[in-house]
């Protein structure tokens, strides 16, 4: 057996090194997917967490609460209805626009604000808004 001649050693060579190339390719698509994916939950992350702030705030007008407070009355609003923290959050912000806001919603919002208030009522000199006799969706 004979060994190699040059030609066929820097074939192998070369032949080595498109197979490492490509590897170093398929491993920069799969990282660029993976940053891809990041950054979408991230930008999504950073969209639903500007959404409960402003709920949040919401709450702090409304209630008089501290941002503890109105982070507290949030969540358990959320935990009582079944529906979710963002979507409870948008229906709030909506509520703050249109002094509408569904009854499930509404009733749990004057128990659990009805914890911090001074007075005995659910809102201190607010007028309760309008409810609506629907039911959110939980989706």
């Excluded at 509520?95 to 009522?121: F, N, P, S």
């Excluded at 007028?127 to 039911?135: D, F, G, V």
Aim: glycine residues 8%.
């Amino acid at each position: 057996m004979s060994s190699p001649t040059f030609e066929e050693s820097l074939e192998d060579n070369m032949r080595e090194r498109v197979d490492e190339l490509f590897e170093e390719r398929r491993w920069a698509q799969d990282s660029a997917g993976e940053l891809r994916d990041e950054n979408a939950q991230l930008r999504q992350a950073l969209g639903s967490h500007a959404v409960v702030d402003q709920a949040i705030g919401v709450l702090l007008a409304v209630g008089q609460l501290r941002p503890d407070q109105g982070r507290h009355v949030l969540s358990k609003v959320s935990q009582r209805t079944g529906i979710k923290l963002r979507h409870v959050a948008e229906l709030l912000i909506e509520w703050a626009r249109t002094g509408q806001l569904c009854t499930d919603i509404r009733h749990e919002l004057d128990q659990q604000l009805a914890q911090y208030a001074d007075t005995g009522t659910a809102v201190p000199g607010m007028p309760p808004p309008t409810a609506t006799p629907r039911t959110a969706d939980t989706g």
